[in-house]
């Protein structure tokens, strides 16, 4: 099994960044899909989550508005695009597939928002 996130860097405030996940080793349509960040000194919180269809996402109310995540299970990726970035968001961002009781994490990529 493999997760592997990628797109993160160093952006301004305002600005945008697309993160990237590319799974493979398992029924990737079949799991739930979500972007989870955690911040130095803070706890790992959930940021996006898309269904196994697609059909139905939800945000965490720091991010609404302004991030979109988006999965082609053709390809077996999910993405996260990123307007409006703030300070606040810096953090690592994983990404994580859910399956009932199964999940993967990938490694995180880190994202920072500075001038």
């Known amino acids: 099994v493999q997760v592997v996130e990628s797109g993160g860097g160093l952006v301004q405030p305002g600005g945008s960044l697309r993160l990237s996940c590319a799974a493979s080793?398992?029924?990737?349509?079949?799991?739930?899909m979500s972007w989870y960040r955690q911040a130095p000194g803070k706890e790992r919180e959930l940021v996006a989550v898309i269904i196994s269809g697609g059909g139905s996402t939800n945000y965490a109310d720091s991010v609404k508005g302004r991030f979109t995540i988006s999965r082609d299970n053709a390809k077996n990726t999910v993405a996260l695009q990123m307007n409006s970035l703030k300070p606040e968001d810096t953090a690592v961002y994983y990404c994580?597939?859910?399956?009932?009781?199964?999940?993967?994490w990938g490694q995180g990529t880190q994202v920072t928002v500075s001038s």
């Open positions: 994580n597939a859910r399956f009932v009781w199964r999940e993967y």
């Open positions: 080793g398992f029924t990737f349509s079949s799991y739930a």
